[in-house]
């Protein structure tokens, strides 16, 4: 018979265990959205040959091509999406954190974003009815998420939080929320979600919100851009990232590669002080 002594030194012993296998220096940021967090697809063939070990991607999905197994975590190649995706904002987010942070720390990106969706795809609550109307193509999407994107993230930041510690959240979603004004009430509803489910707390893990393609380069919902700016009123811990300047597509809606490199380094430049870091920090 196992006395409570005895459970109670198995499970100091089992905490001890989980303890060591966590690394401390592992920084993991949730990555979510819609097609811009994706990346529109076509990759610049000199993307495809970075590689920096320190930089690491847990697979959200199967990516049967690259040989990579859902669940598990893989240098940070793009696409880090899914297999189908493009260069997104987290591959330059992560790549120019570990150029800044000392070599001891590494980064992980988790990537989860479904092309086209309304916020309420992340929300578990409205999934089912939103996701009954959505395009055959966008129901593929959601299928390949489990059938619930949200749980998906919610799953693998679970698995995350094994191997190191979630230090943000990088949202980049809004044109299909264009002039919604219950945007930001749904995005508060979102990121309590996750700090609730994963056991986080808004002053350890704040949320980065970029902005969709910026008005100065025609951005077909870059009116969207003003209720994103209003965000830090709804929630205290959320910092806006400028996509001013960010080189888009013809569509004005998707960034080029040139833009995703620029808004994913702003991640990291926003992301940097919340870290106790400067942006000139050295390796």
């Not at 899914?82 to 904002?89: A, Q, V």
């Not at 150029?99 to 990537?111: D, F, H, R, T």
């Not at 809004?174 to 749904?186: I, L, V």
Request: proline letters at 7%.
């Amino acid at each position: 018979m196992i006395t409570s002594a005895r459970m109670f030194a198995l499970a100091a012993v089992l905490l001890a265990v989980r303890a060591e296998a966590q690394d401390r220096n592992f920084y993991i940021f949730l990555c979510l959205g819609q097609s811009n967090m994706e990346g529109f697809p076509g990759i610049p063939a000199e993307e495809k040959t970075w590689a920096d070990p320190r930089f690491k991607v847990l697979a959200a999905v199967d990516f049967p091509a690259l040989n990579r197994t859902r669940g598990n975590w893989y240098t940070a190649v793009p696409p880090l999406c899914r297999p189908d995706s493009g260069l997104s904002p987290s591959d330059y987010f992560g790549r120019t954190l570990v150029a800044k942070l000392p070599a001891a720390i590494s980064i992980g990106v988790v990537n989860v974003a479904v092309a086209g969706a309304r916020i309420e795809v992340f929300n578990p609550a409205t999934l089912e009815s939103y996701a009954a109307t959505a395009p055959s193509w966008m129901k593929g999407i959601i299928a390949a998420y489990g059938g619930s994107p949200y749980q998906r993230l919610v799953d693998l930041g679970r698995q995350a939080k094994q191997a190191g510690v979630i230090h943000g959240i990088l949202l980049n979603q809004g044109e299909s929320n264009t002039n919604d004004p219950e945007w930001p009430a749904k995005v508060k509803a979102l990121y309590e979600n996750l700090l609730r489910d994963l056991d986080l707390k808004a002053g350890d893990v704040p949320l980065l919100v970029g902005e969709v393609v910026a008005a100065d380069q025609k951005g077909a919902c870059a009116s969207m851009n003003d209720i994103i700016a209003t965000l830090p009123k709804t929630i205290p811990s959320a910092h806006v990232v400028s996509s001013a300047g960010c080189a888009c597509r013809p569509d004005h809606l998707h960034f080029t590669a040139e833009g995703y490199r620029e808004l994913g380094k702003r991640y990291a430049e926003v992301m940097l002080p919340l870290l106790g870091r400067g942006p000139s920090v050295a390796k």
